[in-house]
T-cell receptor, first 113, second 116 residues
């Protein structure tokens, strides 16, 4: 079935460092891809999305490009802030899986000042 | 638009007791989803409703679990005879059905269950 694999954390960075969180997926069809973020004590929030190959999703300085050839959707940010500390989830949805979201295990990001 | 509300935020119970969680979705959202999230894992799909109809249930949803959405607005998730393995965060999410576009859900903050 459809699945998402993302890099294990925690990822610990200093403020203004470059961030990459890897995400790869397995899907039988052509899924839409998402990054959700969960701040402490809050619900998951959509960070960005991409619906077809080569699309780039972007929001709040974060970017991810839908790479069909490598089945990847890596999250990047050029300069992280302490306020970016959170858990980041990669997810997909596909018609073949009833359009339900399938999540990766999440990656904890800690940014130190 | 006050977002998706879940109640209670935290519940501690003893093994064997019944618990019920409530979710109030965004008012114009006709689809409502329940997910379960255990420590160190991503959310896992449990069930979803379109209006008052429960359209799909995951195999994770054992006979001890029941979900309702009687008037197509709020939903309840009841767990009977709780077990320690039920300890998790129960997440509710909602969306408005779209004929096209990506499947974007709005999540509540979750209800954390601890079974002693």
């Amino acid at each position: 079935g459809d699945s998402v694999t993302q890099m294990e954390g925690p990822v610990t960075l200093s403020e203004e460092a470059f961030l990459t969180i890897n995400c790869t997926y397995t899907a039988t069809g052509y899924p839409s891809l998402f990054w959700y973020v969960q701040y402490p004590g809050e619900g998951l929030q959509l960070l960005l999305k991409a619906t077809k190959a080569d699309d780039k999703g972007s929001n709040k300085g974060f970017e991810a490009t839908y790479r069909k050839e490598t089945t990847s959707f890596h999250l990047e940010k050029g300069s992280v802030q302490v306020s970016d500390s959170a858990v980041y989830f990669c997810a997909l949805s596909s018609m073949e899986y009833g359009n339900k979201l399938v999540f990766g295990a999440g990656t904890i990001l800690r940014v130190k000042s | 638009d006050t977002g998706v509300s879940q109640d209670p935020r935290h519940k501690i119970t003893k093994r064997g007791q019944n618990v019920t969680f409530r979710c109030d979705p965004i008012s114009e959202h006709n689809r409502l989803y329940w997910y379960r999230q255990t420590l160190g894992q991503g959310p896992e799909f449990l069930t979803y409703f379109q209006n008052e109809a429960q359209l799909e249930k995951s195999r994770l949803l054992s006979d001890r679990f029941s979900a309702e959405r009687p008037k197509g607005s709020f939903s309840t998730l009841e767990i009977q005879r709780t077990e320690q393995g039920d300890s998790a965060m129960y997440l509710c999410a909602s969306k408005r059905t779209q004929s096209s576009g990506a499947n974007v859900l709005t999540f509540g903050a979750g209800s954390r269950l601890t079974v002693l």
